[in-house]
């Protein structure tokens, strides 16, 4: 039976657009050590049947695909014109995906757990985690990962930029930083740094 670790240290990891969060989730979880990602229970929780779908659409009215789905492309056009709309979409969905977060973590058997929350700030969540781990590379790194991604174009990515935190705010709040600026094994070699110092923290 393995080892329980009650509870497991909690490394918030978070990031600006375009920086490979998903990446380094990647190469932690080659180390067995669970990643919860706060993007996915974002989307489970307003699944069919999900009583935050239903409190979305007591709020905002129908937003509903022909197939019973959130129609997020309708409710995002929604939010984006009014903040206010936007702040009573969060008030719904942010201690939903909070509890979901603080639960899954409690579970886990492992000596320590990635939280992957890209709006670790935005959305106050700073709390919930024992310690924060940004992901960082230049603007301009950003910008050329999310355009060969995403396919948006520069005032798009900009906008998404300049609604999140900034660089300097993310440095500033925390613990530990991964430069994704540089070559795959030099990312691999930082991650591996990470996993044996948050293993010698247990």
Same mark, same amino acid.
């Given at each position: 039976?393995?080892?329980?670790?009650?509870?497991?240290?909690?490394?918030?990891?978070?990031?600006?657009?375009?920086?490979?969060?998903?990446?380094?989730?990647?190469?932690?979880?080659?180390?067995?050590?669970?990643?919860?990602?706060?993007?996915?229970?974002?989307?489970?929780?307003?699944?069919?049947?999900?009583?935050?779908?239903? @409190?979305? =659409?007591?709020?905002?009215?129908?937003?509903? &695909?022909? $197939?019973?789905?959130?129609? %997020?492309?309708?409710?995002? #056009?929604?939010?984006?014109?009014?903040?206010?709309?936007?702040?009573?979409?969060?008030?719904?969905?942010?201690?939903?995906?909070?509890?979901?977060?603080?639960?899954?973590?409690?579970?886990?058997?492992?000596?320590?757990?990635?939280?992957?929350?890209?709006?670790?700030?935005?959305?106050?969540?700073?709390?919930?985690?024992?310690?924060?781990?940004?992901?960082?590379?230049?603007?301009?790194? @950003?910008? =050329?990962?999310?355009?060969?991604?995403?396919? &948006?174009? $520069?005032?798009?990515?900009? %906008?998404?930029?300049?609604? #999140?935190?900034?660089?300097?705010?993310?440095?500033?709040?925390?613990?530990?930083?991964?430069?994704?600026?540089?070559?795959?094994?030099?990312?691999?070699?930082?991650?591996?740094?990470?996993?044996?110092?948050?293993?010698?923290?247990?």
């Amino acid at each position: 039976m393995p080892q329980a670790f009650n509870p497991p240290l909690k490394i918030g990891l978070t990031g600006g657009i375009g920086s490979g969060k998903s990446t380094v989730c990647k190469l932690f979880s080659a180390f067995s050590i669970p990643i919860i990602d706060a993007d996915i229970i974002a989307r489970e929780i307003v699944a069919p049947g999900q009583a935050a779908l239903a @409190q979305i =659409q007591l709020t905002f009215g129908n937003i509903l &695909l022909a $197939d019973g789905t959130l129609d %997020r492309k309708k409710l995002g #056009q929604i939010i984006f014109a009014d903040p206010a709309k936007k702040q009573c979409l969060e008030n719904i969905l942010h201690p939903l995906i909070y509890q979901r977060l603080k639960t899954q973590a409690a579970a886990q058997l492992s000596p320590y757990v990635i939280l992957a929350i890209p709006l670790l700030f935005e959305t106050d969540m700073t709390d919930l985690v024992d310690r924060i781990l940004v992901i960082d590379c230049p603007e301009t790194l @950003q910008l =050329q990962r999310v355009k060969q991604r995403d396919q &948006l174009d $520069d005032d798009q990515i900009q %906008r998404i930029i300049a609604s #999140q935190s900034s660089r300097e705010e993310r440095l500033g709040r925390a613990d530990d930083i991964i430069d994704n600026s540089k070559s795959t094994a030099e990312l691999a070699e930082q991650v591996k740094n990470l996993h044996n110092l948050y293993l010698s923290l247990i």
